[in-house]
């Protein structure tokens, strides 16, 4: 890996029209006044990074549930799944990761399988850190059913900031663990429904990395897991 490469990574195509908008007002803003364009070029390395797109390291060993989002780990608790998602209305152990605008904000599939249905519903655009954005704010929900007939469900919230939600898959498609099925704009959160007796392996407070950090294994009996602030 190149010193170059650690820094410049890929790009979402839903960035490009941002990243030209952003560099469009910069050069107006250096007709301005210089100190202005600046902080334009700021503003606009900046979406850059937003819509950043890097590849990961997926873990392949069967049974893994990897996280969907890169953020922070700010609820583990049991919840009934939004009914769109066609889970029951039994509570499910949830773990949900929030976004801020400075992580990446692709979404990738916590597990292989079938996406078995995809249900988008409008909302609000609260913050999406607050436990009641999970009902109230926009989302976009998948349920993915494996091999095995159990199901997980993912849902997309969007946050303060954030307003279009951006779902690349389709009813009926395979998906494997790790690929890139959409993102959401601007800060958000992710929500995950895991299977009966399943327990996360991460706890609140914890960081996680899309396509890359174990959020759970269907096959480990390991209870679940407390985090302490080093």
Same mark, same amino acid.
């Given at each position: 890996?190149?010193?170059?490469?650690?820094?410049?990574?890929?790009?979402?195509?839903? +960035?490009?029209?941002?990243?030209?908008?952003?560099?469009?007002?910069?050069?107006?803003?250096?007709?301005?006044?210089?100190?202005?364009?600046?902080? +334009?070029?700021? %503003?606009?390395?900046?979406?850059?990074?937003?819509?950043?797109?890097?590849?990961?390291?997926?873990?392949?060993?069967?049974?893994?549930?990897?996280?969907?989002?890169?953020?922070?780990?700010?609820?583990?608790?049991?919840?009934?799944?939004?009914?769109?998602?066609?889970?029951?209305?039994?509570?499910?152990?949830?773990?949900?990761?929030?976004?801020?605008?400075?992580?990446?904000?692709?979404?990738?599939?916590?597990?292989?399988?079938? /996406?078995?249905?995809?249900?988008?519903?409008?909302?609000?655009?609260?913050?999406?850190?607050?436990?009641?954005?999970?009902?109230?704010?926009?989302?976009?929900? %998948?349920?993915?059913?494996?091999?095995?007939?159990?199901? /997980?469900?993912?849902?997309?919230?969007?946050?303060?900031?954030?307003?279009?939600?951006?779902?690349?898959?389709?009813?009926?498609?395979?998906?494997?663990?790790?690929?890139?099925?959409?993102?959401?704009?601007?800060?958000?959160?992710?929500?995950?429904? %895991?299977?009966?007796?399943?327990?996360?392996?991460?706890?609140?407070?914890?960081?996680?990395? #899309?396509?890359?950090?174990?959020?759970?294994?269907?096959?480990?009996?390991?209870? #679940?897991?407390?985090?302490?602030?080093?």
């Amino acid at each position: 890996m190149t010193m170059l490469s650690t820094f410049i990574k890929p790009m979402h195509r839903e +960035g490009y029209r941002f990243v030209g908008i952003f560099a469009a007002v910069t050069l107006v803003l250096f007709l301005i006044w210089q100190p202005l364009g600046w902080i +334009g070029v700021g %503003l606009t390395v900046w979406c850059y990074y937003f819509f950043r797109d890097p590849n990961r390291v997926t873990p392949v060993r069967e049974g893994l549930i990897i996280s969907p989002a890169d953020g922070v780990v700010q609820m583990i608790g049991a919840f009934p799944p939004p009914e769109e998602l066609g889970l029951g209305t039994d509570p499910m152990t949830r773990v949900a990761v929030f976004m801020n605008v400075f992580n990446c904000h692709v979404n990738r599939a916590p597990i292989a399988g079938r /996406i078995e249905k995809i249900a988008y519903r409008p909302g609000k655009f609260l913050n999406a850190s607050l436990d009641k954005a999970s009902v109230d704010n926009e989302r976009n929900g %998948l349920t993915i059913r494996m091999e095995d007939g159990r199901a /997980i469900g993912v849902v997309q919230i969007a946050g303060l900031v954030a307003r279009r939600i951006v779902c690349e898959v389709k009813e009926g498609q395979a998906i494997g663990t790790g690929e890139r099925f959409g993102m959401i704009r601007f800060g958000s959160r992710l929500d995950i429904y %895991l299977p009966e007796g399943v327990s996360p392996l991460v706890a609140v407070g914890q960081s996680t990395i #899309a396509g890359e950090t174990v959020l759970a294994d269907l096959v480990s009996d390991e209870p #679940a897991r407390a985090g302490a602030v080093r």
